[in-house]
């Protein structure tokens, strides 16, 4: 069956460190993948997009990578900073269905003063 | 509008009763989803539409779900006979064109649906 697996747990990072996050899938073939943030009671927050033929893409202090043959993504928050704290959604389309967003679970991150 | 809007903000309502949720997006965008997010879970994919036409309903659980986008603008998700297990909130998002092309996707703040 598809999958979209994202960390359940928590993450807590020390302000100033890297943060990384992590996305795996399985039996998609995603002609693209994005990463959302999203704060309690809110909407989702669009952040980044990378598309399959792309390995990584960054936006200021953040930076996605996108493994095809691991089937993985991975989320990079640098120089985090406790406003950073939030959950982290990851998001595929397939290209069979790329108007078809599909979204896995989050990943909570809290940055520590 | 500056984003897209939805209405009510919060909705309780008695099992067995009908709701309607009404979704606003940005003003020209021409693709409209819906999702629908429980408690720590990600937002669950209901129906894209592009333009009045709903291009993928694969998400929508049952027959007692169904939305309209007439004029190829506001939507409105309608549900019928709620269960308690309808409870969750309802995420309406819009973009400038279908997001084949990767277009950036914005989400309103949600319509929270509680089945009493």
């Known amino acids: 069956s598809q999958k979209i697996e994202q960390n359940s747990e928590a993450l807590n990072i020390q302000e100033g460190k890297t943060a990384t996050l992590t996305c795996n899938y399985t039996?998609?073939?995603?002609?693209?993948l994005q990463w959302y943030r999203q704060d309690p009671g809110r909407g989702p927050v669009f952040l980044l997009l990378?598309?399959?033929?792309?390995k990584e893409k960054r936006k200021e202090r953040l930076k996605v990578t996108f493994d095809t043959t691991l089937k993985q993504s991975l989320f990079h928050i640098t120089a985090s900073q406790p406003a950073d704290s939030a959950t982290y959604l990851c998001a595929l389309a397939s290209r069979s269905s790329a108007s078809k967003i599909i979204f896995g679970s989050g990943t909570r991150l809290s940055i520590r003063p | 509008g500056a984003g897209v809007s939805q209405t009510p903000s919060n909705k309780v309502t008695e099992k067995g009763k009908y709701v309607e949720l009404r979704c606003d997006p940005i003003?020209?965008?021409?693709?409209l989803y819906w999702y629908r997010q429980s408690l720590g879970q990600g937002p669950e994919f209901l129906i894209y539409?592009?333009?009045?036409?709903?291009?993928?309903d694969s998400g929508l659980p049952n027959d007692r779900f169904f939305a309209v986008r007439p004029e190829g603008s506001v939507s409105t998700l309608k549900i019928q006979r709620t269960e308690r297990g309808d409870s969750a909130v309802y995420l309406c998002a819009s973009s400038l064109h279908g997001s084949s092309g990767g277009n950036t996707i914005y989400f309103g703040e949600g319509s929270w649906l509680t089945v009493v």
């Open positions: 003003s020209g965008h021409t693709a």
């Open positions: 990378i598309r399959e033929n792309e």
């Open positions: 539409f592009q333009g009045t036409g709903a291009a993928d």
């Open positions: 039996n998609y073939s995603p002609a693209y």
